[in-house]
């Protein structure tokens, strides 16, 4: 059974930063393409920050980009996403995702096959002006 656990989220002041740690079991992670989506009120889920299963090849939403990191530690079947200079438009409750097929893209997690992701519980952000 795979299990995807985020954890790092809470409150910060806009300008702050956080890092968000998602951890994985039941999948070999090393060779499984991963990401972050964000769902924010009244709007619906968006894969915002995906990374390819080597970690090679990754793909940012523009409104994140220059601000935020997405990376993996393949040893540590952990996934990582550094936020800096948030915003109050960052406000949301933060997904992680696993890819359902081996050795995919970041975008094949992050907008291709969504439906067919593996994911967890969600993280809140919430970021104060």
């Known amino acids: 059974q795979v299990q995807v656990v985020e954890s790092g989220g809470g409150l910060v002041q806009a300008g702050g930063s956080l890092r968000l740690s998602c951890t994985v079991s039941?999948?070999?992670?090393?060779?499984?393409?991963m990401g972050w989506f964000r769902q924010a009120p009244w709007k619906e889920r968006e894969g915002f920050s995906c990374i390819s299963w080597s970690g090679g090849d990754k793909y940012y939403e523009d409104s994140v980009k220059g601000r935020f990191t997405v990376s993996r530690d393949n040893a540590k079947n952990t996934l990582y996403l550094q936020m800096n200079n948030l915003k109050p438009e960052d406000t949301a409750v933060y997904f992680c995702?696993?890819?359902?097929?081996?050795?995919?893209?970041?975008?094949?997690?992050?907008?291709?096959?969504?439906?067919?992701?593996?994911w967890g519980q969600g993280t809140q952000v919430t970021v104060s002006s």
């Open positions: 995702a696993a890819a359902s097929k081996k050795y995919e893209g970041p975008l094949y997690v992050c907008r291709d096959n969504t439906e067919s992701n593996y």
């Open positions: 039941g999948l070999t992670f090393n060779t499984t393409a």
